[in-house]
Nanobody, 113 residues
């Protein structure tokens, strides 16, 4: 069974940085497409960034230049480095493995103005 466990969320002032981590068990991320999604109160869940098994990345336009998705296959961990955080980035952030249709429990990111 695939399990994803996110960590690294918290409360930060606007302009600050956070790094989210997603530790995966049950399947190697080196053969999977991984994504970071977020869901703000009253809004639909949206894709923030994705990374393929080959390391190709994509980022939502609103976070390009501020957020960076990466992974460490040896640690079976996916990261989301978030710089220049804005209040509109406030949301619960989820890790997702496409092939396993699996989600983590989410980690709260709150950015104060």
């Amino acid at each position: 069974q695939v399990q994803l466990v996110e960590s690294g969320g918290g409360l930060v002032q606007a302009g600050g940085s956070l790094t989210l981590s997603c530790v995966v068990s049950g399947r190697g991320i080196n053969t999977s497409t991984m994504g970071w999604w977020r869901q703000a109160p009253g809004k639909q869940r949206e894709l923030v960034a994705g990374i393929t098994e080959n390391g190709l990345t994509t980022h939502k336009a609103a976070v390009k230049g501020r957020f960076t998705i990466s992974k460490n296959n040896a640690r079976n961990t996916v990261f989301l480095q978030m710089n220049g955080l804005k209040p509109e980035d406030t949301a619960v952030y989820y890790c997702h493995m496409v092939e396993a249709l699996s989600w983590g429990q989410g980690t709260q990111v709150t950015v104060s103005s």
